[in-house]
């Protein structure tokens, strides 16, 4: 299993762009980059997934470069509800072990 | 649309004691199954996975046990409970091997 590397944490202001980087030196072939969002006391929920260039949905933004050693989760205009831990995961095509690490913890300022 | 339910919702239990917490998912069939464990400021752990009924796959020795007696009935379970097995326990789904998984609302237990 590839393992992640993310910051620890991050602060922002509403109304700001984030962008959350994350590192997979070993990410393989067959592997693809999911991210989540977890709340307190909540289970995580699926943001966005890709394996490589550029995806887009309607919440996030992900951009993964041609070696794909990194990957960045874009938000756009972050509100205050935007807090919350970001979980960058790499996972292996028809593997059913997820591995999450520690995550990012996103705090939105007013 | 699919859905999926973890319960108790809360749980308080002394060392020692019996557990059973219970997930089912509604609106697929035959999805794989998944039990992690959080602790307080940390990731989740992969516990168990099942991609069938009485398939389970173990991912970390301990003191806990999973069961599917069902299609869509996912149980987590243990005789005597540790301290250290209070946490934040999440159930989730997923189509198939690899594929995006949904999590539960979680259960938190506390074990005094």
């Given at each position: 299993?590839?393992?992640?590397?993310?910051?620890?944490s991050?602060?922002?202001?509403?109304?700001?762009?984030?962008?959350?980087?994350?590192?997979?030196?070993?990410?393989a072939?067959?592997?693809?980059?999911?991210?989540?969002?977890?709340?307190?006391?909540?289970?995580?929920?699926?943001?966005?997934?890709?394996?490589?260039?550029?995806?887009?949905?309607?919440?996030?933004?992900?951009?993964?470069?041609?070696?794909?050693?990194?990957?960045?989760?874009?938000?756009?205009?972050?509100?205050?509800?935007?807090?919350?831990?970001?979980?960058?995961?790499?996972?292996?095509?028809?593997?059913?072990?997820?591995?999450?690490?520690?995550?990012?913890?996103?705090?939105?300022?007013? | 649309?699919?859905?999926i339910?973890?319960?108790?919702?809360?749980?308080?239990?002394?060392?020692?004691?019996?557990?059973?917490?219970?997930?089912?998912?509604?609106?697929?069939?035959?999805?794989?199954?998944?039990?992690?464990?959080?602790?307080?400021?940390?990731?989740?752990?992969?516990?168990?996975?099942?991609?069938?009924?009485?398939?389970?796959?173990?991912?970390?020795?301990?003191?806990?046990?999973?069961?599917?007696p069902?299609?869509?009935?996912?149980?987590?379970?243990?005789?005597k409970?540790?301290?250290?097995?209070?946490?934040?326990?999440?159930?989730?789904?997923?189509?198939?091997?690899?594929?995006?998984?949904?999590?539960?609302?979680?259960?938190?237990?506390?074990?005094?």
């Amino acid at each position: 299993l590839a393992k992640t590397t993310q910051p620890i944490s991050m602060d922002s202001y509403e109304g700001q762009e984030v962008n959350i980087t994350c590192s997979h030196n070993n990410i393989a072939t067959n592997d693809y980059i999911t991210w989540y969002q977890q709340f307190p006391s909540q289970g995580p929920r699926f943001i966005i997934q890709g394996y490589k260039t550029k995806v887009t949905n309607e919440v996030a933004s992900l951009f993964i470069p041609a070696d794909r050693k990194s990957s960045t989760l874009s938000l756009p205009r972050v509100s205050l509800s935007d807090t919350a831990v970001y979980y960058c995961l790499v996972v292996e095509y028809n593997f059913n072990k997820f591995y999450f690490g520690s995550g990012t913890k996103l705090n939105v300022k007013p | 649309s699919q859905t999926i339910h973890q319960w108790p919702a809360t749980l308080v239990q002394p060392v020692g004691s019996p557990l059973s917490l219970e997930c089912t998912v509604e609106g697929t069939s035959n999805p794989n199954l998944y039990w992690y464990r959080q602790a307080a400021g940390r990731g989740l752990q992969l516990l168990f996975y099942s991609v069938g009924i009485g398939q389970i796959s173990s991912e970390v020795p301990q003191n806990l046990s999973a069961s599917r007696p069902q299609d869509r009935q996912f149980i987590l379970s243990s005789k005597k409970l540790l301290l250290s097995d209070s946490g934040f326990y999440l159930c989730a789904w997923s189509v198939g091997q690899g594929e995006t998984q949904y999590f539960g609302p979680g259960t938190r237990l506390l074990v005094l």
